[in-house]
């Protein structure tokens, strides 16, 4: 073998970090998700592009363009990468489930209750290392698309994806206002009554956006006057200023009182649908994964706040006038 290129090819963290780069589109995003200083990451890319002696990107604007020489390293940094978790995974099935690292990413609702589930993993399997990923839909799907974590939670799982998945939690999207919003002062409440309220939505494309407006369609309704916010935890937040109503996991109601947060009563509402743990189809899990896989799907009851997420849902339905 022709060993010229890999004594030019400079060292693997600095292919690890022009990939973070072309992953983000940007020097100063991929310095932050790695926890780096941003002249250490100019630095090391600049040394890559050197050592190969051929320009693997170009900043127009601020954003960053892979050249043709850019796209083949980070499409060839992936199946090296690949390659060696694959040796990680074979020598820690070997070993037992005494190491290794299990790589789960989120959409971003499900960081509510993971911590649930995580904490009680981890100190059963105390050398299991642990990267958890948290993003939009979008984002996660991508990291899904490029087969980069060993599982993925999504309350609404790409369609368009050969991929398996396992449900395991319900997921209550319900009407939440701020304890201060007059509405909570009414009884039981139809969509007519809160039709012409500010409603805080996420964007075009979420699960939950894409759940809420296929509910709405299916009774003719529609959202007027709002405001697109980009997080649950923002819109939460902007909920708890009464700065307008939103429809939202009824997991954020868990501390519902200390967040000054109240639960509207809207008939139809909360809208049923469910968490799913995904993986590719044609994946095959490691020891790691498969182990904390069967660990979510058997001991969810056990980890996560049931009754309390009982206790909502059953709230919902019984104050509402009627749910279809």
């Known amino acids: 073998m022709d060993t010229r290129l890999l004594t030019r090819l400079g060292t693997l963290r600095q292919v690890e970090i022009f990939m973070r780069v072309a992953e983000t589109g940007s020097i100063a995003r991929a310095a932050e998700s790695l926890h780096l200083a941003q002249p250490s990451v100019s630095n090391q890319v600049k040394k890559l592009s050197e050592a190969l002696d051929i ?26 990468f690949e390659s060696i978790q694959r040796l990680d ?26 911590p649930h589930i995580l904490g009680p993993f981890c100190r059963e399997y105390p050398d299991i290392d642990v990267e958890f990923k948290v993003g939009n839909r979008a984002q996660i799907i991508e990291r899904l698309k490029g087969n980069r974590d060993d599982l993925y939670l999504f309350d609404d799982p790409p369609q368009e994806l050969a991929i398996r998945r396992h449900q395991f939690l319900p997921n209550p999207l319900a009407v939440i206002a701020s304890s201060e919003n007059p509405l909570g002062r009414r009884g039981p409440l139809e969509w007519a009554d809160i039709a012409n309220e500010k409603f805080l939505v996420r964007e075009a494309g979420s699960g939950t956006q894409n759940a809420v407006e296929q ?87 056990d980890l996560l706040p049931m009754k309390k997420i009982e206790a909502h849902i059953a709230n919902a339905y019984g104050g509402s006038p009627g749910h279809s």
């Open 215 to 301: 509910h709405l369609r299916q009774h003719g309704w529609a959202i007027g006057k709002h405001i697109t916010i980009a997080s649950n935890e923002a819109i939460k937040y902007s909920v708890m200023a009464d700065m307008g109503i939103a429809i939202l996991s009824a997991y954020v109601l868990a501390n519902a009182q200390e967040d000054g947060l109240m639960q509207l009563p809207v008939r139809t509402f909360p809208i049923m649908s469910h968490w799913y743990v995904v993986h590719l189809q044609q994946k095959t899990l490691s020891l790691v994964a498969d182990r904390f896989l069967e660990f979510v799907l058997n001991r969810r009851q």
């Open 89 to 114: 995974e074979n020598l820690n099935n070997i070993k037992g489930l005494t190491a290794g690292t299990l790589r789960i990413a989120v959409v971003s609702t499900a960081k509510y209750f993971m």
């Open 55 to 80: 320009p693997l990107y170009e900043v127009i604007g601020k954003q960053v363009h892979l050249t043709e020489a850019g796209q083949q390293v980070v499409r060839t940094g992936q199946e090296l």
